[in-house]
Antibody, heavy 117, light 109 residues
Framework: QVQVVESGGGVVQPGRSLRLSCVAS????????MHWVRQAPGKGLEWVTL????????YYIDSVKGRFTISRDNSKNTQYLQMNSLRPEDTGVYYC??????????WGQGTMVTVSS | QSALTQPPSASGSPGQSVTISCTGT?????????VSWYQQHPGKAPKLMIY???KRPSGVPDRFSGSKSGNTASLTVSGLQAEDEADYYC?????????FGGGTKLTVL
């Protein structure tokens, strides 16, 4: 079964850090670019970051540049999102998604991140 | 990295057709044939409905179709059914980055 499963969300104070993980199965992870997409409560989808299949290219939305880092371990079929200097506006559900023909082909169920004092 | 523009709401009666627009710029929608559309029911993860402007993944009903003209893409849902009521989002490749529309809430009357 083709799927991705996120974990690592939780409640964290502003300025602190959190690391999300996404484990993939059912497809060739090492050949797939991967994304993180977030959704603030009651709001729309926002693309956050992309990593190429071999990890050599990474792209970020301006609001997280210098604070978030995407990475992957192809031997573990896992990608990560290291989130530092978290802000209240980073609150939301974070989805892991597989890139598929320049679209978001497979989505996980998401993991909730709440940044609050 | 401005969001694509979608109408906040759309509606139609069962059996009717409805079209949702998605307007960007020459740096995203107009510059590439990599527009995709997603359906999201409340509390659920989004689901890919259309990719590369007009292609449907396996399992998506042919009632869903996509098109593009210039900087504006469109999603048409024909033969509306109750289960089509959901939020719909467009997205476009933007030269490495990706960008989403603000979303359209589709109501089946």
């Amino acid at each position: 079964q083709v799927q991705v499963v996120e974990s690592g969300g939780g409640v964290v104070q502003p300025g602190r850090s959190l690391r999300l993980s996404c484990v993939a199965s059912g497809f060739t992870f090492s050949s797939s670019a991967m994304h993180w997409v977030r959704q603030a409560p009651g709001k729309g989808l926002e693309w956050v970051t992309l990593i190429s299949s071999d990890g050599s290219n990474k792209y970020y939305i301006d609001s997280v540049k210098g604070r978030f880092t995407i990475s992957r371990d192809n031997s573990k079929n896992t990608q990560y999102l290291q989130m530092n200097s978290l802000r209240p506006e980073d609150t939301g559900v974070y989805y892991c998604a597989r890139d598929w023909w320049w679209a978001f082909g497979i989505w996980g169920q998401g993991t909730m991140v709440t940044v609050s004092s | 990295q401005s969001a694509l523009t979608q109408p906040p709401s759309a509606s139609g009666s069962p059996g009717q057709s409805v079209t949702i627009s998605c307007t960007g710029t020459s740096s995203d929608v107009g510059g590439y044939n990599y527009v995709s559309w997603y359906q999201q029911h409340p509390g659920k993860a989004p689901k890919l409905m259309i990719y590369e402007v007009s292609k449907r993944p396996s399992g998506v009903p042919d009632r869903f179709s996509g098109s593009k003209s210039g900087n504006t893409a469109s999603l048409t849902v024909s033969g509306l059914q109750a289960e089509d009521e959901a939020d719909y989002y467009c997205s476009s490749y933007a030269g490495g980055n990706r960008v989403f529309g603000g979303g359209t809430k589709l109501t089946v009357l």
